[in-house]
């Protein structure tokens, strides 16, 4: 009974039409607006796992294209009845309302804030080879030599308007230094070339990332976190030594603006629960990811400060797609 009593009853107090013809629970669809197999991915099906018993199936529609755009505009544009919702992340509803010309969907106005899901730090990352030979220990060491050598630093991102091509905007405003920065199509050509000493420091995926520090072919400089990661607690945020700075990748999940407040209200009580448990954190530290459930409030007011700042970081970036 647990199925048919949480999720339909409230729906059912919306006065839905389907409510009254169906007997079984309702199937949710939750769109993925990236490919299968990657970490957002993952993450939507570790919570549709945990969610059945009191939300009943929630089926995983995986739409990429276009930077997330295409399955966030199908989000933006289903019926707001409880039964689409989906994930919004940094690209989506920060960066691509700044990078992309032409939107398909508003992204401050066009959903509906559920909670917050996930956080992953960013981690500044030196060749191990680079960083010996150019005496760079610590991030202090990295901006010292940038502001000595004019021109010298170079880094690397998965493309123009990438996380990693903003952050790396983002670390040279902030520390008055300029490096040149290099597109790559996607991040593992990124990470091959700091990898291979093509290019001197590249701002990557902690999850990414980990293996090779660990291997000690890069050497982790600090984390894009205000504090430090659990995962490489020995290595500072770059707060410490850049006051303010913080830019990490997030994503949480989101439904059709319009959708009733209490049908919003059971998916967050569902949904913050199962990140909450026990079992999904240690699903999750496989990731280095960290849950951060939140109210709808809060996570909409987190999505609107983080749309302001990277439409700073967008601009100074000069980043574009037509």
């Known amino acids: 009974m647990q199925r048919r009593n949480l999720l339909p009853t409230l729906l059912a107090l919306a006065a839905l039409p389907w409510v009254a013809a169906a007997q079984n629970t309702p199937v949710i669809h939750l769109i993925v607006p990236y490919a299968a197999g990657g970490p957002i991915d993952a993450t939507a099906r570790i919570l549709a796992e945990r969610v059945k018993d009191t939300l009943g199936p929630v089926i995983i529609d995986n ?143 902690l999850a990414t990332a980990a293996p090779n520090i660990r291997a000690g072919k890069l050497k982790a400089l600090a984390v894009t976190t205000l504090q430090p990661s659990s995962a490489l607690p020995d290595v500072p945020p770059v707060a410490n030594t850049l006051k303010g700075f913080a830019i990490d990748t997030w994503w949480g999940l989101v439904a059709p603006a319009g959708t ?31 849950p951060v459930p939140t109210t709808p409030e809060a996570f909409g007011a987190f999505m609107h400060a983080e749309r302001a700042k990277y439409a700073q970081v967008v601009k100074a970036s000069g980043a574009q797609v037509d």
Do not use: C
């Open 260 to 290: 009733p407040k209490n049908v919003i209200a059971q998916l967050n009580q569902a949904f913050t629960a199962a990140l909450q448990s026990p079992d999904t954190h240690a699903r999750f530290a496989n990731l280095l990811a960290e």
């Open 63 to 205: 739409k990429p294209g276009a930077g997330g755009n295409i399955g966030a505009d199908a989000i933006a544009k289903a019926a707001p009845d409880g039964l689409t919702i989906g994930i919004a992340a940094t690209a989506t509803h920060a960066v691509n309302p700044w990078l992309y010309r032409k939107m398909p969907y508003n992204a401050a106005t066009d959903f509906a804030p559920i909670t917050q899901i996930l956080r992953v730090p960013n981690v500044l990352v030196v060749n191990a080879d680079t960083a010996r030979r150019l005496h760079i220990n610590t991030l202090a060491d990295l901006i010292a030599y940038g502001k000595a050598h004019p021109g010298k630093l170079n880094f690397a991102s998965g493309g123009n308007g990438s996380a990693g091509h903003l952050a790396g905007e983002m670390f040279k405003a902030q520390a008055g230094i300029f490096a040149v920065h290099i597109p790559y199509n996607g991040g593992n050509p990124a990470q091959l070339a700091l990898l291979s000493g093509q290019v001197d420091f590249n701002f990557d995926n």
